[in-house]
């Protein structure tokens, strides 16, 4: 089971880290992303970590980190330098021996946190 917080409402340009706490198997043992959506839209990738390897789309990279807590089993997304764009349900998933290529495919992970509504205002 997945649990997602951290969204709220913040201004472009600032920051907020999400938070993804899981009860069970370890993150350690799995494939980690973060995924946003928009109405109307399907979840789109934003970062994931694999081991110790972490994969971010274009439009976060430099912006946004993705990081784990092996000990906590928290998965944290930092997000910086926030763009109206960046406005959206995020969610965490995570999903077991997923080769580089599927990283980036929401339909490739199993397991699925609740979403936390990010709103960047301009």
């Known amino acids: 089971q997945l649990q997602a917080s951290g969204g709220g409402l913040v201004q472009a340009g600032g920051s907020l880290r999400l938070s993804c706490l899981a009860s069970?198997?370890?993150?350690?043992?799995?494939?980690t992303a973060w995924f946003r959506q928009t109405p109307g839209k399907g979840r789109e990738f934003v970062a994931a970590i694999r081991r110790t390897t972490k994969y971010y789309a274009s439009s976060v990279e430099g912006r946004f980190t993705i990081s784990r807590d092996n000990v906590e089993n928290m998965v944290y997304l930092q997000m910086n330098s926030l763009f109206p764009e960046d406005t959206a349900v995020y969610y965490c998933?995570?999903?077991?021996?997923?080769?580089?290529?599927?990283?980036?495919?929401?339909?490739?992970?199993?397991?699925w946190g609740q979403g936390t509504l990010v709103t960047v205002s301009s």
């Open positions: 069970g198997r370890p993150f350690s043992s799995l494939s």
């Open positions: 998933a995570t999903g077991s021996n997923l080769i580089t290529s599927s990283l980036r495919s929401a339909n490739m992970y199993h397991y």
